[in-house]
């Protein structure tokens, strides 16, 4: 046998990614059913080793299924945490010869990395009723351009996981104008999600700030805020191009 073995699997509502050296295994765990679909994970990964997919291929309205980030790459993957410890709603787990690693443990924390994320823990309810905690970190605020809308979708409105967006109905009355997409900033929690579904960039969700304090390594912290805040999928695939 040669190693590193590398094996990934999903089944059970888990996604598990597992590399096996000679002395030692990693493994690297998504919860599909506490996943969002907000994309932190594949947006901070240093190695590029998590992404969303081509949802474009898949549906022409993504929904939340539709935007969960799997470990395409398993062979980049250093198995660092890094998605782990800035994953907002805990649906990440590291384990290091079967035993779950905390996150106190993780070498990036210990080494002085990254920084203490300052986090607020909200219970947030989304449109479907399903309820989560989530660590919010963040601030931003979003733009919507209704001439991009495809009007009639509610990509947004589905994947939000704390019902701050809503899509109206049409008004019976020809001369009323009604918005695309209505969002409810009082709720929104920043986390990306709308952003990462919508299929024609009509909206649109800046992060302006990261709550963060403690000593870190520059080098490596700066450029997870910089990816932290890319968002746009389409825009960051015409930049690759």
Avoid: H
């Avoid at 990934?8 to 002395?23: C, D, N, W, Y």
């Avoid at 010869?97 to 106190?104: A, C, I, Q, T």
């Avoid at 919010?136 to 495809?150: M, N, Q």
């Avoid at 990261?210 to 389409?234: A, C, H, M, Q």
Wanted: proline share 5%; hydrophobic share 30%.
């Amino acid at each position: 046998m040669s190693f590193p073995k590398i094996t990934r699997e999903i089944a059970e509502g888990k996604e598990r990614v597992k590399k096996q050296f000679l002395t030692e295994d990693f493994e690297l765990i998504l919860n599909r059913e506490k996943c969002t679909g907000c994309g932190t994970c594949s947006r901070v990964c240093p190695k590029e080793a998590v992404s969303r997919g081509p949802i474009a291929a898949s549906r022409r309205f993504p929904k939340t299924e539709d935007i969960i980030p799997e470990v395409y790459e398993p062979y980049k993957c250093v198995f660092c945490g890094t998605c782990v410890y800035m994953c907002p709603f805990g649906a990440l787990t590291l384990k290091k010869n079967g035993k779950e690693v905390r996150l106190d443990e993780l070498t990036l924390i210990k080494e002085k990395a990254v920084p203490k994320i300052d986090f607020e823990a909200k219970k947030i309810t989304s449109n479907d009723g399903t309820e989560r905690t989530v660590k919010c970190y963040t601030k931003g605020k979003i733009s919507i351009v209704d001439e991009e809308c495809a009007g009639g979708c509610d990509s947004c409105g589905v994947v939000c996981p704390s019902g701050a967006i809503t899509v109206p109905e049409k008004s019976k009355q020809g001369w009323e104008s009604v918005p695309n997409v209505v969002v409810d900033e009082e709720k929104c929690i920043f986390c990306g999600a709308c952003d990462n579904a919508c299929p024609t960039g009509a909206i649109k969700l800046e992060i302006t700030e990261v709550n963060y304090s403690g000593d870190y390594n520059e080098i490596f912290w700066d450029p997870l805020i910089e990816r932290l805040k890319t968002l746009r999928w389409s825009e960051k695939e015409e930049e690759g191009s």
